[in-house]
């Protein structure tokens, strides 16, 4: 089991910006994919972005592609979540989670961090 745990969520206006972090426990991004996903009061948990080992290209989910960006430092085995323009649909908890390549459940979750988006 990897240990993840993010930080970095807050109080933040619509438009403005945050920067999630995700350590874990991982030595090395290779043959591991991280995640970021979101779950908001009475909505289903959702994909945000992802990136597969230490050398993958990002990938995003529609909502957040364009405002988000996702990056590593695969000498941490962290990842960040920048996030710009926020939304009020952008009010949830956000997660990071891992899983091995070749398995498609994530498998390992962090316990989440806030992020709340006030007009």
């Known amino acids: 089991q990897v240990h993840l745990a993010e930080s970095g969520g807050g109080y933040v206006q619509t438009g403005g910006s945050l920067r999630l972090s995700c350590t874990t426990s991982?030595?090395?991004?290779?043959?591991?994919?991280i995640g970021w996903f979101r779950q908001a009061p009475g909505r289903q948990r959702e994909f945000v972005a992802a990136v597969s080992g230490p050398a993958g290209e990002p990938y995003y989910s529609e909502d957040v592609k364009g405002r988000f960006a996702m990056s590593r430092d695969s000498a941490r085995t962290s990842v960040y979540l920048q996030m710009n323009r926020l939304r009020l649909r952008d009010t949830a908890t956000y997660f990071c989670?891992?899983?091995?390549?070749?398995?498609?459940?994530?498998?390992?979750w962090g316990q989440g961090t806030q992020v709340t988006v006030s007009s």
């Open positions: 989670a891992c899983r091995p390549h070749g398995q498609i459940e994530y498998d390992s």
């Open positions: 991982l030595g090395t991004f290779e043959k591991y994919v």
